[in-house]
Every structure is written in C-alpha cells, then in structure tokens.
C-alpha cells in the first residue's frame, strides 16, 4: 500500500507538493465555445462538489451552493438567456437572440455558483463570503483539470438580470456568480505567461508604506 502523501512525516510528502504544483500552474481556461463531450461522470461531479466543501469559510458559513444546468433543461436556459437579452436590450435583433439562446448548450457539464451575500453581517464581511465561493470555485476547476477536463468561469450581464434571478429562483440576499463549464478541450490552446512570483509579493518591514 502506497503510504498517503498528506499525511505529516511522510516521505514522499515532497513529492505531493510537486504535483499539486505542477497541478495549478498547468491550469488554464478554455472557452466553453471549445468544450466537448466528454463531461464529468456522475462519481465525478460528486467529487467536484465535494472539494467545492473543502473551500475556506469563515463563521462556518459556507455561503455559497451549486446549480446543475441539466442537460433537458437546456432549451428551457436558451428561453431566460433570451428573455435577460431582452431586458437588457428590448431592440434586440433575431441574430443577438440567436447568440444568446446559443451560450445555454455550452459546456457538456454546466454549474452554476450562486453565493449568499449578508452585508449585515458584523462578523463575516461580504468580502470573506465571496472569497469563500471564489475558493470553491477555484476548488472544482483545479479537481476538473485534475481529472483531465478543461473548464472556465464565465458570468457576463445575463446574471445580474432580473429574468435570470426570477428563473433560477435566486433568494433576495443571493448572487449568481459564475457559470462553471466544463469539458472535454477541443484543440489544446496556448500556454499562458504567467506572472512570477516576485511580481506578486512585497514585504512590509513594519514602517508605515514601507
Ligand atoms: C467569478 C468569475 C467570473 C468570470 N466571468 C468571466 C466572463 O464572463 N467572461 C470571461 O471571458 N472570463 C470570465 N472570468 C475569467 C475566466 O474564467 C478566466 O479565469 C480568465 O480568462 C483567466 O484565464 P485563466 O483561468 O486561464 O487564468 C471570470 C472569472 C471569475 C472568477
């Protein structure tokens, strides 16, 4: 039995640290216009779900669930992506309707990441509560990517319409964040440049502004 490299004192403890690396800096999106079939196994959206539970949260909160965008329900997704169209854009022409009916269909598995925002809270600020969904999500695509799929978060304006809450069936103090698509990659894109390390970190020497 190979020894569990998470565990404190293990040997190949190194070696973990070097896939994980390896892992989420090999990571990238790709276009849900570019995502395939196949998706996720019904045993492996469990396991995206259940690393999305492992995310930090602050006050035992968890402010965030997932939506699965099932694909009967699809053509139903085309109908509130039109009509958020529509609300946004009443003049809207057939070829505009067309392109917003289209982005239903994308992505052979497709989620939705719809945090609970309490601004009144004195203990959480909103910011934690977003950061833990944001984690979560980040959660599902590296396990995705692990499991050998291509995926990325998209939200744009159809979200934030109120044909969109109404449809989804949004509570009052809740956001849709992002869509999460995720695919098999159609053609491999380009390796992105990264931003090193140093471009990232600055240290504080304990003088103010220094
Ligand atoms: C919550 C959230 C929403 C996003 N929405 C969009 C979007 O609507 N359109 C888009 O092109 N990128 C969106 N992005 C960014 C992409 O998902 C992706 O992270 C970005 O293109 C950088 O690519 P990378 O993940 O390979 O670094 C969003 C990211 C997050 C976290």
Redesign the pocket.
């Known amino acids: 039995m190979t020894a569990d490299p998470t565990q404190p004192g293990t040997q190949n403890k190194h070696d973990y640290g070097e896939v994980m690396f390896k892992a989420m800096t090999s990571?990238?999106?790709v276009s849900p216009k570019r995502l395939s079939e196949p998706g996720p196994s019904p045993q492996q959206l469990e396991k995206l779900v259940e690393v999305a539970g492992c995310a930090p949260h602050h006050g035992l909160l968890r402010p965030w669930r997932f939506v699965l965008f099932e694909k009967e329900a699809r053509p139903k997704l085309a109908d509130v992506f039109e009509a958020a169209l529509l609300e946004r854009c009443p003049d809207a022409d057939e070829e505009d309707r067309h392109r917003a009916r289209e982005k239903a269909a994308r992505g052979p598995l497709l989620l939705g990441?719809i945090v609970t925002v309490d601004q009144s809270d004195e203990k959480v600020a909103f910011e934690d509560q977003i950061a833990s969904a944001?984690a979560a999500?980040q959660n599902v695509l590296l396990q995705a990517h692990a499991f050998g799929y291509a995926a990325?978060?998209?939200?744009?304006r159809a979200v934030r319409t109120q044909a969109f809450r109404t449809a989804i069936g949004l509570e009052k103090d809740e956001t849709f964040?992002?869509f999460l698509a995720i695919g098999t990659a159609i053609q491999s894109s380009r390796t992105?440049l990264r931003p090193n390390a140093q471009s990232l970190l600055t240290n504080w020497n304990g003088l103010a502004g220094g």
């Open positions: 990571r990238q999106s990441v944001g999500l990325k978060a998209t939200s744009g964040l992002c992105k």
